[in-house]
């Protein structure tokens, strides 16, 4: 399949993720829906790949580097994500956090070689352009000094994934085994950190049915064919691009659920974002 597909199929599952991140995060600690959900990413890829004979024979060092790929681009990323969106709106969160775009276009260049050309910069630009409009675009607000860290908080997560991203391709492992490793890596350095800085409490029903929807298809499955979107795409640039579409999709669902208000800037930072996105092709 093409890099499109699978970068679509990404786009859709995580266009929900930061409204039911927030939701859990209401009622859950940082670590704890972290820690659990990642469980899940990971037995539900563990179910995958168990009869697959390359599993055994995943040499030590493809699993240490793909255990410190984890640890940065999705424990320490989420962990400051999730930091952010518990002190900024799931919007406000979600359009900080598609930095990361941005952030894989800087690190392809000097880690894949990959030119930073005139067109690239004007995509960017465009997009990142409409992003700021999302954001600030006819709401009055003053930030406090909690919603600046949760700002600052959203950018170093972004340049974490960014990063990330980046080396994932570099080091041109297998994903469907390297991603099953990362999100163990994830839910153990999570259940340590929550066991040091959290006390945990007992997810209801609804709780447990929504940590699992946010481990198996926004953790497992959609991660894994955004790495394979990347992996197959001749253009990291274009494909990180299209990431852009996430807060738009997003900022919709977090309207609908939290009934959050919807900036009138949604309209001409969607025709940036879009624009951005074919002037990259």
Do not use: H
Not at 250 to 260: K, N, P, Q, W, Y
């Amino acid at each position: 399949m093409s890099s499109n597909f699978y970068a679509a199929v990404t786009i859709i599952l995580w266009g929900a993720m930061p409204a039911l991140t927030k939701d859990l995060l209401n009622a859950l600690p940082p670590f704890e829906t972290l820690a659990i959900s990642s469980l899940f990413a990971f037995l539900f890829l563990l179910s995958v790949n168990w009869r697959a004979r390359s599993l055994k024979n995943l040499s030590a060092g493809k699993i240490f580097t793909a255990a410190w790929l984890g640890f940065l681009g999705l424990f320490l990323y989420s962990a400051f994500f999730y930091y952010g969106l518990n002190r900024m709106t799931s919007q406000e969160a979600c359009i900080l956090n598609y930095l990361w775009p941005l952030m894989i276009v800087l690190f392809s260049c000097p880690i894949l070689g990959e030119k930073f050309t005139r067109r690239k910069m004007l995509a960017i630009g465009m997009s990142f352009i409409g992003i700021v409009l999302v954001m600030f675009g006819g709401v009055e607000e003053n930030f406090s000094s909690e919603k600046i860290w949760g700002a600052l908080s959203c950018v170093v997560a972004a340049a974490c994934y960014g990063l990330f991203s980046v080396l994932n391709k570099f080091c041109r492992l297998e994903q469907k085994f390297a991603m099953m490793i990362i999100w163990a890596t994830t839910a153990i350095f999570s259940f340590a950190a929550g066991y040091i800085f959290e006390q945990w409490t007992l997810p209801s029903v609804g709780q447990f049915i929504g940590l699992l929807w946010l481990g198996v298809l926004i953790d497992a499955v959609a991660y894994l064919t955004w790495a394979l979107a990347l992996e197959k795409t001749s253009n990291v640039a274009w494909t990180a691009n299209l990431a852009y579409l996430v807060p738009i999709l997003a900022i919709f669902i977090s309207t609908l659920v939290f009934s959050e208000e919807l900036s009138l800037a949604v309209i001409p930072a969607l025709v940036l974002i879009i624009g951005g996105i074919f002037i990259n092709k």
